[in-house]
């Protein structure tokens, strides 16, 4: 099993670009998550699903969007990219009969 | 221990020395946390977990011990290796769903050989 895969693992953008961070588990979970990471704030929970078809907004939703059309991907867009969306960006996925994310290994974006 | 502050708390310990890592949690309603880490350039990885109906739980070399009265969640890891530096993070499902979950801001820490 490989997991939690995330492409692209580094992305620099121009701001007001758009762009599309790709997610995708092969461990049949229910639930999948989006965090971001940033110096001295921990994670933050950006957009979550409880299941294909069912997304909703978490502590910072705004400048995102999301989609779970398949249990197996979960893709975060970006839609008008700005400094402030400077990240390490995690996505996460868990089992409605486990405790626990499993995470990938982050894509760092930087703004400029 | 973490803090809501821009500064991450830091634990410097000797190798094979016990470490505490602390966390305070914010909701009195949570009833699950989980302890991560996070070695650098990596995502974080689950060490232990522990639901509120228990006050320890011990793992591998590590035991994760819950005061609900004072909301607050320590993890102890036995005989520290050089292997265990990272940054560790506490979360609770303040959402009250095991898949919404807050996280702590982390603790570094290091150990020296």
């Known amino acids: 099993n490989a997991g939690v895969t995330q492409t692209p693992k580094f992305q620099v953008l121009k701001t007001g670009q758009s762009m599309t961070l790709q997610c995708a588990q092969d461990?049949?979970?229910?639930?999948m998550s989006w965090y971001r990471q940033d110096p001295g704030m921990g994670l933050r929970l950006i957009h979550y699903?409880?299941?294909?078809?069912?997304?909703d907004q978490g502590e910072v939703p705004n400048g995102y969007n999301v989609s779970r059309s398949t249990t197996e991907d979960f893709p975060l867009r970006l839609l008008s990219a700005a400094p402030s969306q400077t990240s390490v960006y995690f996505c996460?996925?868990?089992?409605?009969?486990?405790?626990?994310?499993?995470f990938g290994s982050g894509t760092r974006l930087t703004v400029v | 221990g973490e803090s809501v502050g821009l500064h991450l708390p830091t634990l410097s310990v000797q190798e094979g020395d016990n470490s505490i890592i602390n966390c305070a949690y914010s909701?009195?309603?949570?009833?699950?946390f989980i302890w991560y880490k996070q070695e650098s350039g990596k995502g974080p990885q689950f060490i232990i977990d522990?639901?509120?109906?228990?006050d320890k739980r011990q793992g591998q070399r590590v035991t994760v011990l819950l005061n609900k009265t004072v909301k607050h969640l320590s993890l102890q890891i036995a005989a520290t290796q050089p292997g265990d530096s990272a940054v560790y993070f506490c979360?609770?499902?303040?959402?009250?769903?095991?898949?919404?979950?807050?996280f702590g801001k982390g603790t570094l820490l290091t150990v020296n050989p």
């Open positions: 996460a996925s868990i089992s409605s009969a486990n405790y626990g994310y499993t």
């Open positions: 461990m049949n979970h229910e639930y």
């Open positions: 699903s409880v299941g294909a078809g069912i997304t």
């Open positions: 909701n009195s309603a949570s009833d699950y």
């Open positions: 522990i639901r509120s109906n228990m």
């Open positions: 979360a609770e499902n303040s959402g009250g769903s095991n898949y919404k979950l807050t």
